[in-house]
Structure formats: C-alpha cells, structure tokens
Nanobody, 122 residues
Framework: QVQLVESGGGLVQAGGSLRLSCAAA????????VGWFRQAPGKEREFVAA???????YCADSVKGRFTISRDGAKNTVYLQMNSLKPEDTAVYYC????????????????WGQGTQVTVSS
C-alpha cells in the first residue's frame, strides 16, 4: 500500500495557475502509474491525467494543452501543473496509484490521497 499526500490546492481566478503535488510517504513510485482525478459536487470522479512508471503521460481531452503531469523520481513526487484554469476545473483533486498499467477508471486504483480543493473563480 502506498500512502499519498497531496498539496497545492487553493483559490485562483480564471486564467490563473496552480501546481499540485502528490508525494509518496515512505514508498517509491517505481513500477507505479500515478494518476490525478477530480470530483466536483454532484458529479462522478473523473480522470484528469496520469504518468506511467516509464514516464509516459496521458491527459484527458478536457485539460489537454492546459495541464501537464510530471514526476520527480528522486523526490518520489508527481506534479500536476494547471494553467489557464477555468471555473469548470473547480473540484477536489485526488492523486492515486496502481501498479504497472494505466487505467482511466478510478475503481482500478487502490491507493488514494486525501484530496485537495481547487476553486477557480470567474
């Protein structure tokens, strides 16, 4: 089991930027796919982006060109750089991890962080 700790959420105006961090406590991310998901009030949790253990990245169409996921192996940390934020990006953002293979589905991930709130004002 991987303990995940997110940070970096907050309140930002539309068009602004935030960077979220997901750190693995006492564990390494090697061989893990790490994904970011988000959940807005009254909506299902949805895939945002993921990075494989080899460094391949994937982004949802809704954030492509605005969000970038990256990983720092030395720090056991995965980042989500969010630019050109829109009010519809408002949600609780979660990072999650699973071994080896990518999945876009939250139910395929067994390890989750506590979530961090991102609020984008218009």
């Amino acid at each position: 089991q991987v303990q995940l700790v997110e940070s970096g959420g907050g309140l930002v105006q539309a068009g602004g930027s935030l960077r979220l961090s997901c750190a693995a406590a006492g564990h390494t991310f090697s061989r893990y796919v790490v994904g970011w998901f988000r959940q807005a009030p009254g909506k299902e949790r949805e895939f945002v982006a993921a990075v494989s253990w080899s460094g391949t990245t994937y982004c949802a169409d809704s954030v492509k060109g605005r969000f970038t996921i990256s990983r720092d192996g030395a720090k056991n940390t995965v980042y989500l750089q969010m630019n050109s934020l829109k009010p519809e990006d408002t949600a609780v953002y979660y990072c999650a991890a699973r071994l080896l293979s990518l999945s876009y589905y939250p139910y395929d991930y067994g390890d989750w962080g506590q979530g961090t709130q991102v609020t984008v004002s218009s």
